[in-house]
């Protein structure tokens, strides 16, 4: 009896290896499951540009060597400045486009003559490294235009975003993914 | 293979330690996929160098040589937001702000009393006992009691009434909206439209880039009106003829010169016609000749610090507010700071003291 208990038996065998697979599956896809919730699918990162104070970190504390957060312009607030403090250098030689003159480290922003004395400004956007001088420049002087967003395409969506421990205005935060994007023209001006 | 073998190999399947191993299997594999999910990013970070930083700080200095007035007196305004600084009756200080006109005592800053407005005002000037506040879109006559005596007819909504001067006969009225200067009689009629370009009269257009366009009228007799996108402070006649001769002002870091995109944000005269100016970007108080010719700062950008927090939700930087400026019959000069939120009042400082902090020298007087 003994000796027929120890013979393996083909089909208990199978059925205990479908157990056991079974099993780790289950526990894998449940693993699979916790992961994406604690990953947060539904939120992304992103700039909050009325609290943004363009420090520069952006550029340098991204994961990525390109920086994930990119310049972006709010043309309906722009003045449309011949001097333009996000795009000239502060006391510039002279007004043009002559690279010594630019703010801009890697030449992003495009200045067209629109008519005396306007000129229009606008980002290219796969030069842009997020290091917000432009910002910055904008901010300070004129109307606060220029500011930088997240840009999703590039963003690793890291579950701890670098930047957001770096930002020391505790600018980037969480919003939903339908949403990814804070135009400073359409969330609340200044007062 | 042999039946005993079979046997073997069925009893460790049975034996209660293989189950538990497998059950940590289990668990260890839930743990490593969870981890894996969660933990998509390095935490390192990347290799450039930290030099973007873009310091306007160094933009800032003022020389001390420079500095030819002293900080006095502090009045804090209790308001949310403050928009603009008068002077009122017997040298009262006037601030709009909020929905309300704050009139503080000259001496001490002590309110004396609250006027209440329906809606947040722009600019404000004073004439006597009354009050033009500037809306919007529009100009309401007050008394000091708070009694609206006149509304005056609503600009449109392209308009955005950013200063009021007022001279004998006249109210002078800056619409940055629509950039031009409105003439009103004191009744509230309009009778002309200034400082429009107008190619066949020379009139150069007003750039205004941001929502800030200062007017004065001097003893003169002429309009003195910001141009703030060409950096300059323009000069008509009442008639809205321009002089382009005493038209004066440069773009530049300089001190002597405005900076930033569009500067000045407001200007003040003095009793014999010098204009005192106030910069945004770097902000700071300065005083001209009558002829543009500079002559000392006021104020400089340490003396205007902002009170910002870091949690603050919009800051200070975003809310595009900027200094506003009077002057009282003692030659003070009254700085609105927007960030503090109160009136900062100057007066020069006496030549011997002056003369001290150029050479370095102790004066035993």
């Known amino acids: 009896m003994a000796e027929n208990q120890r013979k393996i038996d083909r089909r208990k065998f199978?059925?205990?290896?479908?157990?056991?697979?079974?099993?780790?599956?289950?526990?894998?896809?449940?693993?699979?499951?916790?992961?994406?919730?604690?990953?947060?699918?539904?939120n992304l990162w992103q700039i909050d540009p009325h609290q943004c104070v363009a420090c520069g970190n952006c550029a340098t504390h991204c994961v990525l060597d390109k920086s994930a957060v990119v310049c972006k312009h709010a043309y309906a607030m722009c003045g449309y400045c011949n001097l333009c403090t996000g795009y000239f250098e502060p006391d510039a030689n002279e007004l043009t486009t002559g690279a010594e003159n630019q703010l801009c480290p890697t030449g992003a922003i495009r200045r067209t003559f629109i008519e005396d004395p306007y000129y229009e400004y606008a980002i290219d956007e796969p030069l842009c490294i997020g290091c917000g001088k432009c910002v910055k420049g904008c901010t300070a002087f004129g109307n606060g235009s220029l500011y930088l967003q997240i840009d999703q395409d590039r963003c690793m969506h890291c579950n701890e975003c670098a930047i957001a421990i770096a930002c020391p205005s505790e600018a980037?935060?969480?919003?939903p993914a339908g949403k990814p994007y804070l135009p400073k023209d359409q969330n609340g001006g200044p007062a | 293979m042999t039946p005993d073998g079979n046997a073997n190999r069925r009893d460790a399947v049975k034996q209660p330690g293989l189950w538990v191993l497998l059950l940590l299997t289990v668990?260890?594999?839930?743990?490593?996929?969870?981890?894996?999910?969660?933990?998509?990013?390095?935490?390192?970070?990347?290799?450039?160098?930290?030099?973007?930083?873009?310091?306007?700080?160094?933009?800032?200095?003022?020389?001390?040589?420079?500095?030819g007035y002293?900080?006095?007196?502090?009045?804090?305004?209790?308001?949310?937001?403050?928009?603009?600084?008068?002077?009122?009756?017997?040298?009262?200080?006037?601030?709009?702000?909020?929905?309300?006109?704050?009139?503080?005592?000259?001496?001490?800053?002590?309110l004396r009393r609250k006027?209440?407005?329906?809606?947040?005002?722009?600019?404000?000037a004073a004439d006597g006992d009354l009050f033009y506040v500037g809306f919007e879109n529009h100009v309401a006559v007050v008394d000091l009691d708070g009694t609206v005596s006149a509304q005056w007819d609503s600009r449109g909504p392209d308009a955005l009434l950013t200063s009021i001067a007022v001279s004998q006969?006249?109210?002078?009225?800056?619409?940055?909206?629509?950039?031009?200067?409105?003439?009103?009689?004191?009744?509230?009629?309009?009778?002309?439209?200034?400082?429009?370009?107008?190619?066949?009269?020379?009139?150069?257009?007003?750039?205004?880039?941001?929502?800030?366009?200062?007017?004065?009228?001097?003893?003169?007799?002429?309009?003195?009106?910001?141009?703030?996108?060409?950096?300059?402070i323009e000069y008509f006649t009442r008639r809205g003829d321009y002089e382009a001769p005493l038209t004066w002002g440069q773009s530049g870091l300089a001190i002597e010169r405005f900076c930033?995109?569009?500067?000045?944000?407001?200007?003040?005269?003095?009793?014999?016609?010098?204009?005192?100016?106030a910069e945004k970007g770097i902000p700071r108080v300065k005083v001209y000749s009558a002829e543009g010719?500079?002559?000392c700062v006021v104020a400089s950008p340490e003396q205007l610090t902002s009170t910002d927090t870091m949690t603050e939700e919009t800051r200070t930087a975003h809310k595009l507010l900027a200094v506003d400026l009077a002057v009282d019959r003692q030659g003070r000069i009254l700085v609105l700071d927007p960030a503090a939120r109160g009136v900062r009042v100057f007066v020069k400082k006496k030549p011997h003291a002056a003369d001290d902090s150029e050479s370095g020298e102790v004066n035993d007087e």
């Open chain 1, 172 to 175: 980037i935060k969480r919003v």
């Open chain 2, 27 to 67: 668990l260890g594999v839930v743990g490593l996929v969870a981890l894996m999910r969660t933990d998509s990013g390095p935490p390192a970070r990347n290799t450039l160098p930290p030099s973007f930083d873009y310091d306007l700080s160094s933009l800032a200095k003022v020389d001390p040589k420079w500095i």
């Open chain 2, 260 to 277: 930033g995109c569009c500067n000045p944000v407001a200007i003040a005269l003095l009793a014999d016609n010098r204009v005192v100016t």
């Open chain 1, 14 to 42: 199978v059925g205990d290896g479908l157990r056991i697979v079974g099993a780790v599956g289950i526990a894998g896809a449940t693993g699979f499951w916790a992961g994406r919730r604690a990953e947060d699918d539904d």
């Open chain 2, 115 to 124: 006027i209440a407005l329906d809606e947040a005002p722009r600019c404000l």
């Open chain 2, 169 to 232: 006969d006249d109210v002078f009225v800056a619409d940055a909206g629509t950039k031009c200067v409105l003439r009103y009689d004191k009744s509230g009629k309009m009778t002309a439209t200034l400082a429009r370009r107008d190619a066949r009269r020379n009139v150069p257009a007003l750039v205004i880039p941001s929502p800030y366009c200062d007017v004065a009228v001097g003893s003169d007799g002429l309009l003195r009106v910001v141009n703030p996108g060409r950096h300059r």
């Open chain 2, 70 to 110: 002293e900080p006095t007196a502090w009045f804090p305004v209790a308001m949310r937001v403050v928009r603009g600084v008068a002077l009122g009756p017997d040298g009262l200080i006037c601030v709009a702000g909020d929905r309300a006109i704050h009139v503080l005592e000259p001496d001490d800053g002590r």
């Open chain 2, 293 to 295: 010719r500079f002559e």
